[in-house]
């Protein structure tokens, strides 16, 4: 399933993450360690998330807000190459859960 596939690669992303600080910021160190953790938790809750449509979709939501919220932080925090990749790992899962959203989920 494609959707297990993004969310193994953003668990490697966040694994291997080196959080180079885009011009040293304190507060952005900060944040990019609650944005990690909260990537973390996004991906645990889609590995705990069982075939009951209605709660993959409340999931998937929460997924998706998540990751925008995390690319926010990546977006002001990170520069060069890696803001680069992180970004457009977090923005293909949002796409690849926005589309699964609409295509399977009422509401």
């Given at each position: 399933m494609p959707i297990?596939?993004?969310a193994t690669a953003l668990s490697v992303a966040v694994a291997f993450s080196t959080s180079a600080v885009a011009q040293g910021d304190?507060?952005?160190a900060r944040d990019l360690l609650v944005?990690?953790?909260?990537q973390r938790q996004a991906l645990d809750?889609?590995?705990q998330a069982d075939g009951d449509e209605a709660?993959?979709?409340r999931?998937?939501?929460r997924h998706?807000?998540?990751?925008?919220r995390v690319a926010s932080v990546y977006g002001r925090c990170l520069s060069g190459s890696e803001r680069s990749e992180r970004l457009a790992q977090v923005q293909g899962s949002d796409r690849e859960f926005s589309a699964a959203i609409?295509?399977?989920c009422k509401g």
């Open positions: 297990l596939r993004i304190t507060t952005c944005a990690q953790s909260m809750q889609l590995e709660k993959n979709c999931v998937w939501r998706v807000e998540t990751m925008r609409k295509a399977r």
